[in-house]
C-alpha cells in the first residue's frame, strides 16, 4: 500500500470564522491573517494505492462554478485535482473509489464537472464506486439552514443519478482489511475519518475534525461546526487515541503541513512533529 497527498489548490476563509470564540491576538500567531482577515487554507485530498484500488479521499472543491462564486473563496496557487494526480502517475480513468470525508463543497466538489459542452455534468472519475455514510448523504440532501450553502445540489445529484453510489455504513464502516473510518457527529452529521494501518503505522485523515495543525488544541473550534461541544468531545478522544498510538495525522487544509504527530502536555495536546507525509512513512 502507498499514501499520496493530492493537492486540488487553495482558497482562503474568514479567520475568525476558521477559530470561533478563540480571540484573534491568539489564532494569529498561529495563522497570519491577510488585509480581510483571510487565512490561507490547502484542499488537501489523500490518495490510497493498494495492489487493485485506487481509493481518493476528498476531491477539493473542483472548478464547475463561476468566477464570482470561486471569487468568495480566493481560490489561488497552483494547486490542481487532475494534475496532481497525474503526478502521483494516475489519470482519472485509474480511480476506483471516491470517498469524501463529508459533502461540503470544498471537500466533494472535484468529484463531479462539466462535461464536454458543458451543458450539464458527469463524473469527474467514470471508473470510481461513489461511497458515502447513508445518514450524512440523506443529511446534505435535506439540508438544514446553517449548513445548506455549502451543500450544493450540483455536486450531489449528478452522483445520485449516476448509478455509482454506494454506502460505507451497509459495509460497517470498513473497507479491505487495512482500512476503516472513525465517525463523527460534530462538524457535521457522520463525517469521515479514514484510519488506515500502513504495516506497523497508523494513518488518520483528520478531515475538518482537526482541519490545520493550529486547530490541535482541544477548544480551538471552527464556528462552521454544527455541534461544537461534540466536537471538543470527539476531538479530546481522538488525540487521546492518536497520542496513545502514535497515529500520523493527514491534515485537509494546512497550507503549510501536510501531516503531524501530538503530544499531551500540561497544556493540553500540541503538536509533536510536522512536516511532509513522506518524512513520516
Known amino acids: 500500500m502507498k499514501l499520496h497527498t493530492i493537492d486540488a489548490g487553495h482558497f482562503k476563509l474568514d479567520g475568525g470564522a476558521m477559530f470561533s470564540v478563540v480571540p484573534k491576538v491568539l489564532w494569529e500567531r498561529l495563522i497570519p491573517a491577510d488585509s480581510n482577515n483571510h487565512i490561507p487554507l490547502a484542499m488537501r485530498c489523500l490518495l490510497i494505492e493498494t ?29 490542481d485535482l487532475l494534475g496532481s494526480l497525474e503526478k502521483a502517475g494516475f489519470g482519472a480513468e485509474a480511480i476506483t473509489d471516491v470517498i469524501p470525508s463529508h459533502l461540503h463543497f470544498d471537500h466533494c466538489g472535484g468529484a463531479v464537472q462539466w462535461n464536454q459542452r458543458r451543458d450539464g455534468y458527469e463524473l469527474t ?12 448523504w440523506e443529511w446534505a440532501m435535506r439540508p438544514n439552514p446553517r449548513e445548506k450553502a455549502t451543500f450544493l445540489t450540483e455536486n450531489l445529484q449528478p452522483i445520485q443519478h449516476s448509478g455509482h453510489l454506494q454506502f460505507l455504513d451497509e459495509k460497517k464502516q470498513t473497507f479491505g482489511p487495512f482500512i476503516e473510518f472513525l465517525i463523527m457527529d460534530g462538524h457535521t452529521e457522520k463525517m469521515l ?10 494513518v488518520v485523515f483528520t478531515a475538518d475534525l482537526i482541519p490545520t495543525a493550529a486547530h490541535v488544541p482541544v477548544n480551538y473550534l471552527m464556528s462552521y461546526d454544527v455541534r461544537p461541544l461534540q466536537t471538543m468531545l470527539e476531538k479530546e478522544a481522538f488525540l487521546r487515541q492518536a497520542v496513545q498510538e502514535n497515529w500520523i495525522l493527514v491534515s485537509d487544509h494546512d497550507a503549510t503541513y501536510e501531516a503531524l504527530t501530538v503530544q499531551e502536555t500540561e497544556k493540553g ?13
Open 51 to 79: 495492489e487493485d484500488r485506487r481509493i481518493l479521499i476528498d476531491c477539493g472543491m473542483g472548478d464547475k462554478q463561476d468566477a464570482r462564486w470561486q471569487g468568495f473563496y480566493y481560490r489561488h496557487g497552483e494547486g
Open 125 to 136: 472519475f467514470p471508473n470510481a464506486t461513489y461511497w458515502a455514510h447513508r445518514e450524512h
Open 193 to 202: 475519518l479514514p484510519k488506515i494501518q500502513l504495516g506497523q503505522q497508523t
Open 269 to 281: 495536546f500540541r503538536i509533536k512533529e510536522s512536516g511532509k507525509l513522506s518524512e513520516f512513512i
